[in-house]
């Protein structure tokens, strides 16, 4: 039997733990109909982000990555997120400190800003925002954030999933590999790979042996509950100028959420940093829940925005791969989505997107969602007659 030919990217989206085990279960029906050989990069988010990097920087078993999951997905991260922030001594005298010293800078930086900006337009006839000082642009916050909850998760994924593995190090199947990420400063994507780390604004940074646990991290830091990453990388842009670049790194799914724009043909010119070709692109979004309360205080208010985007953006990104499709930009694609997860959906279809370790009955129904999405949609995929592997051939 020939090679199977890698053209299959794979994306992960967000959704904390829920992805995991969704996306879990994709994982299963694509090793099922022999389709994991096949996948050339995988491009995650978040939670997404997670499972990718247990999958492709690990050469073990298939079931003893599944061992690993469902350890992952019964412990959840959450408690020991709470644990390290607030029983390990150097986490929290650093958190605490960065809390004290950074963000009391930070205070009064904008304080600055706002008092001389108020001065200057009650003290001037015809003030004229667009000629505000320059100066005024630049106080900015004197120190960087260097400990917070987000790098007690990258504390955690660290020391109890990833070690000190390098995005530089090798991987199941040889296999490319993408965490995306989100830079506050310039407001574009970032994208950690194996081959280079960057974006379009700045470049690529120039030494790449960056953490897995870094990159993961920085792909799940959720702006209302983890805040940014606050670091500086040496940068050498396409005219092979190099430069320090301070960067503000969130969560991959503010831009992205399903980790698509580095397979996307029809992407924008600012995502055109560290993308990759393929014939086919399989999507597993795990979705947001479906939320039933009523978002009256601010942070309900901001998750439900956040999540009424995130729909719009699915549904442009689902008619951007029809278009892709039809024009023949790629052979063809599979977007899998929870609510395509047959009858175990209706019974899991509220639960959370956090971090918090899930019962058994709830990971078998999860799990089972995202391989019934995966074949309800294999179809779509269209394979060369002597490449196509039945379920039969992918067990031997």
Same mark, same amino acid.
């Given at each position: ?29 694509? +090793? ?59 986490? %929290?005298?650093?958190?605490?400190? %960065?809390?004290? #010293? ?12 706002? /008092? ?22 630049? /106080? ?19 020391? !109890? ?26 407001? %574009? ?56 670049? !301070?960067?503000? $790194?969130? &969560?991959?799914?503010?831009? &992205?959420?399903?980790?698509? @724009? ?15 070709? #393929? ?12 939320? +039933? ?9 901001? /998750? ?10 699915? &549904? ?22 929870? @609510? ?6 209706? +019974?899991? +279809?509220?639960?959370?997107? !956090? ?11 999860? #799990? ?9 949609? $294999? ?8 490449? !196509?592997? %039945? ?6």
């Amino acid at each position: 039997m020939p090679m199977a030919p890698k053209d299959i990217g794979l994306c992960f989206s967000g959704g904390g733990i829920r992805a995991i085990a969704f996306q879990f279960g994709c994982l299963k029906a694509l +090793k099922k109909y022999g389709l994991l050989a096949r996948v050339k990069v995988i491009s995650a988010v978040s939670g997404g982000a997670i499972l990718a990097a247990m999958y492709a920087y690990s050469q073990d078993s298939f079931e003893g990555f599944e061992k690993r999951v469902y350890q992952l997905l019964r412990k959840g991260l959450a408690v020991r997120l709470i644990r390290r922030l607030l029983l390990y001594p150097p986490r %929290t005298a650093a958190t605490i400190a %960065t809390f004290l #010293v950074a963000g009391t800078g930070a205070l009064l930086s904008d304080l600055a800003r706002i /008092i001389i900006t108020f001065f200057l337009r009650h003290s001037r006839q015809n003030f004229n925002y667009n000629q505000t000082p320059d100066f005024i642009f630049k /106080i900015r916050p004197p120190f960087r954030r260097w400990s917070s909850r987000t790098t007690a998760l990258e504390d955690i994924l660290r020391v !109890n999933l990833f070690g000190r593995t390098l995005l530089t190090s090798p991987r199941r199947n040889d296999a490319e590999v993408i965490f995306n990420s989100c830079d506050l400063h310039s407001g %574009t994507i970032f994208r950690f790979g194996n081959k280079k780390s960057g974006c379009e604004r700045f470049g690529s940074i120039t030494d790449n042996r960056l953490a897995v646990a870094r990159a993961v991290a920085a792909s799940a830091a959720h702006p209302v509950f983890f805040p940014a990453i606050d670091t500086a990388y040496e940068f050498q842009d396409t005219e092979g100028i190099i430069r320090k670049q !301070n960067v503000l $790194l969130s &969560d991959g799914g503010i831009l &992205d959420n399903l980790g698509i @724009s580095c397979l996307s043909p029809q992407g924008r010119a600012d995502e055109k940093f560290n993308t990759y070709k #393929v014939d086919h692109i399989i999507c597993c979004s795990a979705g947001q829940g479906e939320k +039933k309360s009523i978002p009256y205080w601010l942070i309900p208010r901001i /998750i439900r925005t956040s999540e009424a985007i995130n729909r719009k953006l699915l &549904d442009f990104e689902h008619e951007n791969l029809k278009r892709s499709a039809a024009n023949g930009l790629i052979k063809g694609f599979i977007l899998a989505r929870f @609510s395509d997860g047959g009858p175990s959906r209706e +019974k899991i +279809k509220n639960y959370p997107t !956090n971090f918090c370790g899930l019962k058994k009955q709830d990971i078998a129904l999860i #799990v089972a969602c995202g391989e019934a999405a995966i074949e309800k949609h $294999l179809q779509q995929i269209i394979m060369e007659p002597e490449l !196509n592997f %039945t379920a039969s051939e992918a067990q031997k």
